[in-house]
């Protein structure tokens, strides 16, 4: 039973993943392409994603849809909460101030956290309030595309 426990998991993780990158996400799997990514010039939004209902029917297509919009984040990232657990850890160093929150949003600029979207703001809710919550934070720290 635990094999076909863990295919069916790995099927959801798959899923997940290919989710994200085709909304135009990149996935940083390691610390050093979180460092290497969240400390560049410009403006990034950090998607953690995560198996969870609530990232699968709130957060992912939250995150489709926030971008297509004139005020948009130069880079667009996620890192996955209990898969690429360093690479999450590194991320969640950046957060100063929020505590370890799965799915989640954190836009940066020039390195530095300048808001987030918490999962209490995300569980539930729908998928347009936290589209609206994400372009909001554009409008304030983004510049026009």
Do not use: W
Request: proline share 5%.
């Amino acid at each position: 039973m635990s094999m076909d426990f863990n295919l069916f998991m790995n099927d959801i993780v798959q899923q997940a993943r290919k989710e994200i990158v085709a909304a135009g996400y990149t996935e940083l799997t390691s610390p050093e392409e979180v460092d290497e990514t969240l400390n560049s010039k410009g403006t990034t939004l950090v998607m953690v994603n995560s198996v969870c209902g609530c990232a699968g029917g709130i957060a992912r297509p939250a995150a489709a849809h926030a971008v297509h919009y004139d005020n948009r984040p130069d880079n667009l990232v996620t890192v996955f909460a209990g898969q690429d657990k360093e690479a999450t850890a590194r991320a969640r160093e950046l957060f100063t101030g929020y505590p370890p929150s799965s799915p989640s949003f954190a836009l940066l600029k020039d390195g530095k956290l300048m808001t987030m979207v918490e999962r209490h703001e995300i569980e539930g809710h729908d998928p347009m309030s936290v589209v609206a919550k994400l372009q909001a934070a554009f409008d304030e720290y983004c510049e026009e595309v």
